[in-house]
């Protein structure tokens, strides 16, 4: 779902934009309750989580591949505010350094992947769950359902936005200019994928954080649940959450490079040249892909790797250990200067 420059539209980068900017902007407003806890910590962990699931691309029977994204759990035990924020930062550091999804399109990215899906997946998961215990399974089956739903609603949006490009955007020939899939195209591959795999993926991440939780931390989720009292009978806490969490992101950052045993790449993220002209009745690259495509060419990781693919997997390996720093400390210094500016704002008004 990481669309890259030149799929998308300048004016549809611009809509993007207008829509994820205001909304990140509320978002910081309202994460308040998070970081004024001793609660950014968990929120930077779990950034880094989202960041490495989103790197671990799952092979799809088609030969694409798609992942999960994680924004449903954070928004869960954390807030959807508080995911959007974590969401965005791990999709700007892999748009940034290393070439995932375009600069250019970032807006739109945000809105898929950092603002409905969290939306979506909490939505259901308080439609589901309503008052029912801490403990309760119904928590785990929200969680489930809506971790599933977000995601799939999510590859909705991004093959609607790249289906409504050549009917909106072409030249005087008739030919698009930029993504070349219709939606027809884009719709099916977009949610077959997701449907069938990655959507399960995500459920099941949802879940099973949230199942763990119940046992191991229930005070966690209160933070998202003020009404909702804490059953102390059910909870049998072992080891303590924070090295279960950092155990689980180990095992993810050495498992990243499965994606790379399938054959191709996700849907709507080749490179000009590698474009199957003949599948899309096309003579030649679509003007506009071909110019935007390349717009950011820093990228210090491109691909998640170092080595011009000389050594894949351990680009990969590399790429997940940089990403899992970056965005962890990105997300724990935006948490901190958020609470700092809370602060001020609490002391300037009781100063009033």
């Known amino acids: 779902m990481h669309i890259p420059d030149g799929y998308l539209s300048p004016q549809t980068c611009i809509a993007g934009f207008a829509v994820a900017v205001p909304t990140l902007a509320l978002a910081a407003r309202?994460?308040?309750?998070?970081?004024?806890?001793?609660?950014?910590?968990?929120?930077?962990?779990?950034?880094?989580?989202?960041?490495?699931?989103?790197?671990?691309?799952?092979?799809?029977?088609?030969?694409?591949?798609?992942?999960?994204?994680g924004g449903g759990i954070i928004a869960?035990?954390?807030?959807?505010?508080?995911?959007?924020?974590?969401?965005?930062?791990?999709?700007?550091?892999?748009?940034?350094?290393?070439?995932?999804?375009?600069?250019?399109?970032?807006?739109?990215?945000?809105?898929?992947?950092?603002?409905?899906?969290?939306?979506v997946a909490y939505g259901l998961y308080k439609l589901i769950s309503g008052s029912s215990a801490l403990s309760s399974p119904r928590r785990i089956l929200g969680a489930a359902l809506g971790g599933y739903v977000g995601l799939n609603v999510s590859a909705l949006?991004?093959?609607?936005?790249?289906?409504?490009?050549?009917?909106?955007?072409?030249?005087a020939s008739g030919a698009p200019l930029y993504s070349p899939y219709s939606l027809g195209q884009a719709i099916p591959a977009m949610?077959?994928?997701?449907?069938?795999?990655?959507?399960?993926?995500?459920?099941?991440?949802?879940?099973?954080?949230?199942?763990?939780?119940?046992?191991?931390?229930?005070?966690?989720?209160?933070?998202?649940?003020?009404?909702?009292?804490?059953?102390?009978?059910?909870?049998?806490?072992?080891?303590?959450?924070?090295?279960?969490?950092?155990?689980?992101?180990?095992?993810m950052a050495l498992l990243t490079p499965i994606g790379l045993l399938a054959p191709g790449g996700a849907f709507g993220e080749d490179a000009p040249a590698d474009l199957d002209l003949g599948k899309v009745n096309l003579q030649a690259?679509?003007?506009?892909?071909?110019?935007?495509?390349?717009?950011?060419?820093?990228?210090?990781?491109d691909g998640y790797d170092f080595g011009g693919d000389a050594h894949p997997w351990l680009g990969y390996l590399v790429s997940a250990v940089v990403g899992i720093a970056v965005v962890g400390l990105v997300v724990?210094?935006?948490?901190?200067?958020?609470?700092?500016?809370?602060?001020?704002?609490?002391?300037?008004?009781?100063?009033?």
């Not at 940034?96 to 939306?119: E, H, Q, S, T, Y």
């Not at 649940?225 to 689980?248: L, S, W």
């Not at 690259?285 to 990781?301: D, M, R, S, T, V």
């Not at 901190?336 to 009781?350: C, M, N, P, S, Y």
């Open 30 to 69: 309202r994460v308040r309750t998070v970081v004024r806890t001793r609660h950014v910590p968990t929120l930077a962990l779990f950034s880094a989580m989202c960041f490495l699931v989103m790197m671990f691309n799952i092979p799809i029977p088609d030969g694409t591949t798609a992942h999960a994204v």
């Open 76 to 119: 869960i035990i954390l807030g959807p505010w508080a995911a959007m924020i974590a969401v965005t930062v791990a999709l700007a550091f892999q748009a940034l350094l290393f070439g995932d999804g375009g600069v250019l399109a970032f807006g739109v990215n945000v809105v898929n992947m950092a603002i409905a899906l969290p939306l």
């Open 157 to 171: 949006l991004t093959g609607i936005e790249l289906g409504i490009q050549p009917g909106l955007f072409h030249d």
């Open 191 to 251: 949610l077959l994928a997701h449907l069938v795999v990655a959507g399960f993926a995500e459920g099941a991440l949802s879940g099973g954080v949230l199942a763990y939780l119940q046992r191991a931390n229930q005070p966690l989720l209160k933070l998202n649940h003020p009404d909702v009292p804490v059953d102390h009978e059910r909870t049998t806490r072992k080891v303590r959450p924070i090295a279960v969490a950092g155990i689980a992101v180990g095992i």
């Open 285 to 301: 690259i679509p003007e506009g892909l071909n110019k935007y495509n390349g717009f950011w060419h820093n990228a210090l990781f």
């Open 332 to 352: 724990f210094l935006v948490g901190k200067l958020i609470a700092r500016f809370t602060r001020h704002d609490v002391e300037a008004g009781v100063a009033r």
